[in-house]
């Protein structure tokens, strides 16, 4: 198999964030992001600080990693711009220094026959908006018909592929809910009402980037997770419905039109005070693409105890399959089954793109220098092998984007899961091709 088994005009790429890899934050003219300040709380040991300050140091080494991409054969790029870069206190005050970063950093794309495909927002909120209630408070949407206001200013005379944000299932649930992100809240009612501004934030940023942007291709980047149940007894299949409704569905059928998912509108209800009558109707848009992003399965039990889900994950370490650096569960066979569902179960949908798929290991350099990451050569093998099934029995798949082109910073699990296809040393910052960068080059180039 190589690309050729695709259809023409399939755009390949690889795809990295500004928080993960561009390093050197809240400098020249930079604001605090929400990460700053939770990374600076949990992480007391120096190296740490360090580390998580510059990670992949692509701010500085920019050029070297395009160059890796177009070596590699990719003619696609994904990043992420850094709303506190751009806009430090989160409003229209701007910062020239970053402006003038990401002109550089698009024309050097464009030059070296790379398309760039931008996302909006990934997860760096300004700490300004968030000590003003962040996605908790409906002023957030507003800020974010401006910073999609500038974006598409300053950028979209170039850019014409955008994503509004990324997987906001997540960070909402893992800021606002769980606490293991940031802003690091607990709050049932605050994680419900960020969910409700995110929806709406979505369709009102993306119809910013319409009527500011000629020729514009906007989608959302989505995360959707393979919940199958443990077993066929009823109650273990609806309590896989009623993650599947909070974590995959809720941020795409309000968008199709379909309005809050039936699984989840008996949760969003607790924050009736604050919705307006016409909400729904505003999280509606017109997505040219939604970007699917799927790594993984999740075996999902009835658990009667449980609050308002009443389900529960069986942990993959207790099922005796091979597990990621990230304790899922390697299990490529995941991309196929979210795309052939959502074909199946939506009959509007737009095309899809797959903006984010790949594996996370703890790679090790070998005394000859090379690094033969097989384990992660062998998972896109089968999940492309799945997408082209999926294609064959009628799936509407535009693009394929590998995560990640660097090894970079994981979030709240640091440094040491690594998804890249080039390992980067985060002491020297020095980058080096993996077997699995060079797989990709032979796939792409054949």
């Not at 696609?76 to 751009?86: A, D, E, T, V």
């Not at 931008?118 to 209630?133: E, F, M, R």
């Not at 919705?275 to 509606?284: L, T, V």
């Not at 991309?335 to 594996?359: C, S």
Request: hydrophobic fraction near 40%; charged fraction near 25%.
């Amino acid at each position: 198999m190589n690309h050729h088994d695709f259809r023409p005009g399939f755009a390949w790429g690889s795809a990295v964030s500004a928080f993960q890899t561009e390093g050197f934050r809240m400098e020249r003219g930079a604001g605090e992001s929400i990460w700053d300040r939770f990374l600076e709380r949990s992480g007391s040991d120096p190296e740490f600080q360090l580390i998580t300050r510059f990670t992949a140091g692509s701010l500085l080494h920019y050029a070297k990693d395009i160059a890796l991409l177009k070596e590699a054969g990719f003619r696609n790029y994904r990043f992420s711009l850094s709303w506190p870069r751009l806009m430090p206190s989160g409003k229209f005050h701007l910062n020239k220094k970053g402006i003038a970063w990401y002109n550089v950093f698009i024309d050097h794309l464009l030059k070296e026959g790379i398309t760039p495909w931008v996302t909006l927002y990934h997860w760096d909120l300004p700490q300004a908006l968030q000590d003003k209630g962040g996605w908790a408070s409906r002023d957030i949407v507003h800020r974010m018909e401006e910073y999609a206001y500038v974006a598409a200013k300053y950028f979209g005379d170039r850019v014409k592929h955008w994503m509004v944000m990324n997987e906001p299932s997540v960070f909402t649930g893992a800021g606002y809910l769980l606490g293991i992100h940031a802003p690091g809240l607990k709050s049932l009612d605050t994680y419900l009402k960020s969910c409700h501004h995110a929806l709406l934030a979505q369709s009102a940023a993306g119809s910013v980037l319409r009527s500011q942007v000629n020729q514009a291709q906007i989608g959302n980047a989505l995360s959707f997770t393979d919940f199958e149940p443990a077993s066929h007894r009823r109650q273990d299949v609806l309590a896989a419905q009623r993650l599947d409704a909070l974590i995959n569905r809720l941020f795409l059928e309000p968008a199709l039109g379909m309005g809050i998912p039936d699984e989840a509108r008996a949760f969003m209800q607790r924050i009736e005070p604050w919705i307006s009558p016409h909400d729904e109707k505003r999280m509606q848009f017109n997505f040219d693409f939604i970007g699917v992003q799927v790594y993984t399965r999740q075996i999902v039990a009835a658990a009667p105890w449980m609050p308002l889900v009443k389900a529960r994950i069986i942990p993959p370490e207790k099922r005796n399959v091979p597990l990621t650096a990230m304790n899922w569960e390697d299990y490529p066979e995941a991309l196929y089954r979210v795309i052939t569902r959502l074909q199946r179960n939506y009959y509007k949908l737009p095309p899809l793109v797959v903006t984010e798929n790949g594996i996370a290991l703890h790679d090790e350099i070998n005394p000859d220098g090379s690094i033969k990451d097989q384990r992660r050569i062998g998972y896109f093998e089968q999940a492309l092998h799945g997408l082209k099934r999926a294609l064959n029995e009628g799936a509407d798949v535009r693009g394929y984007f590998a995560w990640s082109l660097l090894d970079n910073l994981e979030w709240a699990e640091g440094t040491k899961p690594r998804f890249g296809l080039v390992h980067v040393d985060f002491n020297t910052l020095e980058r080096k091709p993996k077997a699995s960068w060079y797989w990709w080059q032979q796939f792409l180039r054949s």
